[in-house]
């Protein structure tokens, strides 16, 4: 047992701050680190940039063009990039269709979308879940009838994150109404400027619409747009969507909001003392820091050390239910520690000029409210928990 | 970074849960505990033939020298069989007391028989983390030597100690203990009430009513960083003993769940219950992350650094034994409050723990004054 960073990795990570110090836009950077609101145009530029200097994707195969980095080094590249204050990437077209595609695409298929996806010149998103079907994904009921060499796709996608950006959809369609509900499913790639596609965005309780509603009304999509086998898409499903453990925690945005909640409880004051001197507050504090230190140390003994971990199903869940809770607590206590400045809201808080040396501070309350929907999405808490079971019980 | 044990590691793992296995099952401890000592000396030998007892002794002095993984290692299984005897109290802490402090005299005298279980020692400090320290045992000194007299209740395994390792102050620095003195069992003005603890184990009131000891007794010089890191180092063990029982207390309450029966199949088909016991498991696996980082941590010269991870663990490690104990008895409906059962030892096992060397609120308080700005 050996708690430090190896060598390799610690040059690995002196790699990643030179290049962050160095080519991280510092309008990026001021807008990530005071915690605006999300920037599709920074999104955008930002995996451009890191595909130019070779860091697009960390975590693919060399193969297809990744850097093929050891799930520490991924862990490390995602934290210093968090804390560098480097906007997200993607997860939809880089970590989630990416290894679908390596694992069942065709060569072509490959070849057609994979670099676009690392070079980010295609948006993806994600048509999962509907209006009668979330916790229960496989009661969906869009479908896809095939007729000569294309689909006809008709149906209503709900809860889709950034759709209103996108380029390309990869969407759950049901291709057997008459097998059992995980049979009859496939995988469809589809082209978002396809006849028939509407999107409707659904403003969520932050005033922002990060979501959308899409309808497809006879969507015709290329049968060659068919991941791997026909009725075997629920099989995808699972894979894409349990692949992803090395950043589940978010660990590295969670140390930012940590940093941010000192500096903020520094700057408050509340009955005549800096809020960060209220010994109620510093142990709660204590505690969420306490909190995260262990979930941090737990992704690290997953990432690193499978013969002392629990597997691989139930550490991704574990850390999912940890990494929301932590992420949730922090915000309750950045607007806790803003006191009554909390409700005055400000849904829009990039165009708040007034508040712009305020460390973002307008916009706690929205990320408050945004942040709910994390114990929520990608299989809920309540699910996470179900899948844990599973193991833990075996019932 | 690397969180696997060596092969060295994983044989002791295994050497001692073959132990606890073969030797010390529920109706086996049920024996000792009713035992006139308390403890079995015939399983304290074993112990010392198997080595455990010899980790915390330098190689220079006859141990072995070994690291917190195998301390932490020997301490999950003591926590998964319940052990009663002085592992904690001897092996760990007045070991490492003597080892940090004492002269090449007191080490070549004591370290060891203490590695062969020929002496059973305890370190006599109310570690109460945040305490007032007025009951601190207080050393006179003059041209004879020392005197020592103050009370420290409720410490583990004085009454079957051979030697009792007396932290004091010497007033120098009022309240918290400077120094640390070697008195024998029986030493005039030695007054021990013996007392068993809430967990089984065999503990004393231990009252010093103007104890003489020569100048040799004291081991070292100014103790306080030496006593701190000592204890530190046995909160460490109290915590791994903690995971290894929280471990068994979890196991034990999903295979019950899984044999009892109601309403027509065994209750662990009920969500309510599943997920209870999901929490149970989260709450240890986090615990056990960060008393692996403890690991890494409890002998770091850089004392800050040491008690911020050390009061971490304690704290997640405290919750985690008051929410999975709970949980477990409730979970057994009417046999987790049978002493009959082993939950119920578990439970006493798991607030002894949550009690010792500081509490959940203690050690968040310490954290909280090491709070970073940054």
Not at chain 2, 6 to 26: C, H, K, P, W
Not at chain 2, 112 to 138: F, M, N, Q, S
Not at chain 2, 146 to 165: C, F, K, Q, T
Not at chain 2, 338 to 351: G, N, P, Q, T
Request: hydrophobic share 45%; with cysteine.
């Amino acid at each position: 047992m050996d708690l430090n960073l190896s060598p390799d990795d610690v040059a690995f990570r002196d790699r990643v701050r030179a290049f962050l110090a160095t080519e991280l836009p510092a309008d990026i950077r001021e807008r990530t680190l005071s915690g605006t609101r999300f920037e599709a145009g920074d999104v955008r530029r930002w995996q451009r940039i890191l595909h130019d200097h070779g860091w697009g994707a960390v975590h693919w195969p060399a193969e297809f063009g990744g850097l093929q980095s050891t799930p520490i080094q991924q862990y490390l590249f995602e934290l210093e990039c968090a804390l560098a204050g480097a906007p997200i990437q993607l997860a939809f077209g880089l970590r989630m269709l990416g290894p679908v595609l390596m694992r069942y695409g065709s060569p072509v298929q490959q070849q057609r979308f994979l670099p676009r996806i690392l070079s980010g010149e295609d948006w993806w998103c994600q048509g999962y879940s509907e209006p009668g079907a979330g916790s229960d994904l496989a009661s969906l009921k869009t479908t896809a009838v095939q007729n000569g060499d294309h689909y006809v796709v008709n149906g209503q996608k709900c809860w889709n994150t950034l759709g209103q950006f996108a380029d390309w959809i990869f969407c759950l369609v049901r291709t057997d109404g008459t097998a059992k509900p995980q049979r009859g499913i496939s995988l469809l790639l589809i082209d978002m400027k396809t006849p028939g596609i509407t999107v409707r965005p659904t403003v969520l309780l932050d005033g922002t619409p990060e979501v959308n509603e899409i309808w497809l009304q006879d969507v015709r999509v290329p049968v060659e747009n068919r991941i791997g086998e026909e009725n075997q898409g629920w099989t995808y499903a699972k894979f894409l969507l349990g692949h992803e453990r090395a950043n589940i925690a978010g660990i590295g945005a969670s140390k930012r909001e940590l940093l941010r909640l000192k500096r903020l409880a520094a700057r408050q004051r509340r009955g005549g003392q800096p809020v960060i001197d209220d010994p109620d507050f510093r142990r709660r504090l204590a505690r969420v820091e306490i909190d995260l230190l262990a979930l941090e140390y737990t992704n690290l003994r997953m990432l690193s050390a499978p013969a002392n971990s629990p597997s691989a199903g139930i550490a991704a869940s574990i850390l999912k239910i940890r990494g929301s809770e932590i992420r949730q607590a922090l915000s309750e206590l950045l607007v806790e520690a803003l006191g009554t400045a909390a409700l005055r809201f400000a849904a829009h808080p990039v165009a708040d000029a007034a508040d712009a040396e305020d460390d973002g501070s307008a916009g706690l309350t929205a990320a408050y409210l945004n942040l709910r929907k994390l114990s929520i999405f990608g299989g809920s808490n309540e699910i996470q928990k179900n899948i844990i079971s599973q193991t833990l019980i075996g019932l | 970074m690397d969180f696997s044990f060596t092969d060295e590691q994983e044989l002791l793992l295994d050497n001692a849960r073959r132990f606890v296995a073969e030797r010390y099952g529920f109706a086996a401890r049920k024996h000792i505990l009713a035992s006139a000592d308390g403890y079995s000396a015939a399983v304290w030998k074993e112990l010392a033939d198997l080595g455990f007892l010899a980790l915390n002794v330098p190689e220079a002095d006859g141990g072995l020298g070994a690291g917190p993984v195998e301390t932490m290692l020997v301490s999950m299984v003591v926590g998964e069989g319940l052990l009663v005897e002085p592992f904690l109290s001897s092996a760990v802490l007045a070991t490492r007391t003597l080892a940090t402090l004492g002269s090449a005299e007191q080490r070549a005298r004591w370290l060891p028989k203490l590695a062969g279980g020929e002496l059973i020692a305890t370190l006599v400090l109310e570690a109460g983390y945040g305490r007032d320290g007025h009951d601190a045992i207080r050393a006179a000194g003059d041209a004879g030597g020392w005197e020592l007299s103050g009370r420290v209740p409720v410490v583990y395994h004085a009454g079957i100690a051979d030697l009792l390792l007396v932290a004091a102050s010497t007033g120098a620095t009022p309240g918290e203990p400077d120094a640390v003195f070697a008195v024998p069992a029986g030493a005039p003005g030695l007054h021990l009430a013996s007392c068993t603890t809430v967990d089984g184990q065999v503990a004393a009131d231990v009252e010093l009513r103007g104890v003489r000891v020569e100048k040799s007794a004291r081991v070292g010089g100014d103790a306080r960083l030496g006593l701190a890191a000592v204890v530190d180092y046995g909160l460490f063990a109290l915590c791994a003993e903690a995971i290894g029982a929280l471990d068994r207390t979890l196991a034990t309450t999903v295979e019950y769940t899984k044999t009892r029966n109601q309403f027509g199949g065994p209750i662990a088909r009920f969500q309510a219950l599943q997920h209870r016991m999901v929490d149970m498991l989260m709450r240890i696996e986090q615990a056990r992350s960060l008393v692996y980082l403890a690991a890494s941590r409890c002998d770091d010269a850089d004392g800050e650094e040491r008690e911020r991870a050390l009061s971490a663990a304690k704290v997640l490690v405290a919750d985690a034994a008051r929410f999975v104990g709970q949980q477990a008895v409730q979970l057994h409906g009417g046999m987790g409050v049978s002493d009959e059962v082993a939950i119920s030892h578990y439970f006493k096992r798991l607030l002894a723990a949550e009690i010792r060397f500081g509490s959940s609120d203690a050690h968040l308080g310490r954290y909280e004054r090491r709070l970073s700005a940054g």
